[in-house]
T-cell receptor, first 113, second 114 residues
C-alpha cells in the first residue's frame, strides 16, 4: 500500500527566506503527484500537478520537482511571504481509481513577518 | 467562479440523528469525491463517483451513503450519526478519476456529533 510522508510536520521561517518542503512516497509506480495548499477553515487548493514523465513544474514563486526513482518530491518556495503561511499537502496517484490517490498529512508552514 | 460548493458549513447532530451533506460543482467535471479529514489521520476517501450514474466505496464507507443526483451534484448521507463521525467533510471534483487533472475542493462541512 502506498504511503506518503511529509517531513517536517511544522516549519517556521522568517519572511524572505527560500524554503523547501519535502514529500516522500514508498511505491515509485505513480502516475502523478499533486501539491495542495490548505488555509485554516478552508478546503485544499491545487498548486501544482507533476505527471510521472515530468521532472518539475513551476508556478510563480513555486517550483515542484519529482524524482520517481527515489520516491521524493520537493516544493520550493522562493522569497517567502507571510501570505504563504498555510498547510501544504502532497498527494500521489498510483492508479486504480480514486482509491489510488494517497495524501500526506501535510507540513504546517508559518512565515514570520 | 463558484467551483465546488458545499452546504452546510457547520452542523451539530445528536447521536442517532440523520443528515445529508450537499455538494455541487459547476466545472462540468465527471468525477466527484467525498473525503473526511481528521487530526493525525489526514484525508481519507469515503465514497466517490467516477462518472454520472456510478458510485464506489472508498477507504472508510461504513455509516455513509451517497447519491450522484446528476452530473453537478453528489450528496453524502449519514443515516444514524455517531460521535466517531465528528470530522470535517470535503467534497472534491476532477475532470476524470485518475487523469492528469487536479482535484478541486469545496470549503468543507464541520460536523460535530454529540
Amino acid at each position: 500500500k502506498q504511503e506518503v510522508t511529509q517531513i517536517p510536520a511544522a516549519l517556521s521561517v522568517p519572511e524572505g527566506e527560500n524554503l523547501v518542503l519535502n514529500c516522500s512516497f514508498t511505491d515509485s509506480a505513480i502516475y502523478n503527484l499533486q501539491w495542495f495548499r490548505q488555509d485554516p477553515g478552508k478546503g485544499l487548493t491545487s498548486l501544482l500537478l507533476i505527471q510521472s514523465s515530468q521532472r518539475e513544474q513551476t508556478s510563480g514563486r513555486l517550483n515542484a520537482s519529482l524524482d520517481k526513482s527515489s520516491g521524493r518530491s520537493t516544493l520550493y518556495i522562493a522569497a517567502s511571504q507571510p501570505g504563504d503561511s498555510a498547510t501544504y499537502l502532497c498527494a500521489v496517484y498510483s492508479g486504480g481509481g480514486a482509491d489510488g490517490l494517497t495524501f500526506g498529512k501535510g507540513t504546517h508552514l508559518i512565515i514570520q513577518p | 467562479n463558484a467551483g465546488v460548493t458545499q452546504t452546510p458549513k457547520f452542523q451539530v447532530l445528536k447521536t442517532g440523528q440523520s443528515m445529508t451533506l450537499q455538494c455541487a460543482q459547476d466545472m462540468n467535471h465527471n468525477s466527484m469525491y467525498w473525503y473526511r479529514q481528521d487530526p493525525g489521520m489526514g484525508l481519507r476517501l469515503i465514497y466517490y463517483s467516477a462518472s454520472e450514474g456510478t458510485t464506489d466505496k472508498g477507504e472508510v464507507p461504513n455509516g455513509y451513503n451517497v447519491s450522484r443526483l446528476n452530473k453537478r451534484e453528489f450528496s453524502l448521507r449519514l443515516e444514524s450519526a455517531a460521535p466517531s463521525q465528528t470530522s470535517v467533510y470535503f467534497c472534491a471534483s476532477s475532470d476524470w478519476t485518475g487523469s492528469n487533472s487536479p482535484l478541486h475542493f469545496g470549503n468543507g462541512t464541520r460536523l460535530t456529533v454529540t
